[in-house]
């Protein structure tokens, strides 16, 4: 019995298959793009490997596309059977079997709640550590995540080899559970001991971008640019970052640019990117820049994984691109088919496409069709769950910042004055570029409403 860097055994057959499997391992910490390649090399060397094999599972799982889970669940098969066949799998093997086959019927939950028992006999587990994040941040569960960490953190002192990035996750929870100061240390530390910890660089942005600091994240960012040059599509996701932080400080042209060249450099399906692309354009729209054309491509895209159904942070990016783009009949097809999901129930997924996705789903649709009353009721009804849906409070931003612009533009301006005090509330006590502007709007409608019932007052007295 082999152990890998992470100090964990392995049933691996040689040196040639550790190598492959530690540079797997080391890929997955650091959102590495070769990473899938290097798992392939592991199980070429290795093929009876039943935990790379289940690996691979979670891993194609996680893509939230329909298309993967077919795969996802051969991989499943497979190391299930090498499982049997080899006697009683040791524990590890086991959780992670078992993880796969809760993610594959819907039951996301379970599945973080196995990693997380098995982590306590195990804590050193960085996969399993990694794979627990992963989950709890597509369920939204930051609080879940934060506790995970906190319990795991005596692992992972300076001497394991997972540390930085550690580190880096417990960052990011950190952030999503409103702890800015800490979170901020720690994504900083994270950096320093493990130069290519992308996911704690990011973490640090959040908090730049959470506390209304965008000149301070540029400035983090500035010179960074090899903390997540050798990511998967991840990298698009920090560029994305960037442009948030320039949309705030009013640099249009550049992002842009960053949106050309950087974001959508690969025009690609994968729902992350698409959430990327959509949101950022339609914060644009929001500020009244004109995008062009830039909407077909990603509706076109969009309106082809129409019957995905596989997480409701997709299926939402997906609708945003197609009633940004004007495509009602397929946004009406798709809202439907969200319905349908939703009444069938019974899992994690379908719970979550009742609600909060229902609501917001219709806020959506409305909004395409510029019934902006039926917009803001919506998405105001589906806000107290949006968490549920997965995603950062920088992701799930875009429909906050809908809500309000509809509520403003449906005459609901005391409700949306309402949401942005929370908002504020939320984001250390302060106000970014966005929530300025919509201040200044509410007032100069006060200030026109007082003017005319002035004038009104005056005429009637003469």
Not at 111 to 135: C, E, F, S
Not at 401 to 422: K, N, P, Q, T
Request: hydrophobic share 45%.
């Amino acid at each position: 019995m082999r152990q890998d860097l992470f100090g964990q055994d392995v049933d691996l057959p040689d040196e040639r298959a550790l190598d492959a499997w530690n540079d797997a391992l080391r890929g997955f910490m650091a959102h590495g793009a070769a990473t899938a390649d290097r798992l392939a090399d592991c199980l070429a060397a290795a093929p009876d490997f039943a935990l790379g094999h289940a690996t691979k599972g979670l891993f194609l799982a996680l893509l939230g596309r329909r298309e993967m889970m077919e795969q996802a669940r051969l991989a499943r098969d497979t190391a299930q059977r090498l499982a049997r066949e080899g006697g009683t799998p040791d524990p590890r093997t086991a959780a992670l079997i078992a993880t796969l086959v809760a993610c594959l019927s819907g039951r996301m939950v379970e599945a973080a709640d196995i990693l997380t028992r098995h982590l306590r006999h195990a804590p050193g587990d960085a996969l399993a550590m990694k794979l627990d994040h992963a989950l709890r941040f597509v369920l939204g569960d930051a609080r879940g995540m934060r506790t995970a960490l906190e319990n795991l953190a005596p692992a992972y002192g300076a001497d394991h080899a997972a540390h930085g990035y550690f580190l880096g996750c417990r960052a990011f929870a950190l952030e999503e559970t409103g702890d800015y100061a800490a979170a901020e240390r720690s994504g900083t530390a994270a950096l320093e001991h493990t130069r290519d910890d992308a996911w704690g660089l990011h973490a640090v942005t959040h908090v730049h971008d959470m506390t209304g600091r965008s000149n301070d994240g540029l400035h983090w960012l500035d010179g960074r640019e090899d903390a997540w040059a050798h990511c998967n599509n991840f990298r698009f996701h920090v560029w994305w970052h960037k442009a948030l932080l320039l949309l705030d400080v009013g640099r249009i042209d550049a992002v842009l640019s960053l949106y050309d060249h950087q974001i959508r450099s690969q025009r690609t399906d994968d729902y992350r990117d698409i959430s990327n692309a959509a949101s950022l354009l339609l914060r644009l729209e929001l500020e009244g820049v004109d995008v062009g054309g830039r909407w077909s491509e990603l509706a076109e895209l969009s309106q082809a994984r129409c019957e995905d159904g596989c997480l409701i942070f997709a299926d939402l990016h997906y609708l945003m691109a197609l009633v940004s783009d004007g495509r009602q009949a397929p946004a009406h097809a798709m809202l439907r088919r969200m319905e349908a999901q939703a009444r069938q129930g019974g899992d994690d997924v379908a719970r979550r496409m009742a609600r909060p996705g229902l609501s917001a789903a219709r806020g959506l649709e409305a909004f395409g069709a510029g019934d902006y009353g039926t917009a803001f009721l919506n998405l105001a009804a589906a806000r107290g769950q949006m968490q549920q849906a997965g995603g950062s409070h920088a992701q799930r931003d875009v429909f906050e910042r809908l809500c309000i612009d509809c509520g403003l533009r449906a005459g609901y301006v005391v409700e949306a004055e309402s949401i942005l005090e929370d908002r504020r509330a939320r984001r250390a006590g302060r106000d970014d570029g966005f929530a300025i502007a919509r201040r200044e709007l509410i007032a100069t409608a006060r200030g026109a409403a007082q003017t005319t019932l002035a004038a009104k007052r005056i005429g009637a007295t003469r």
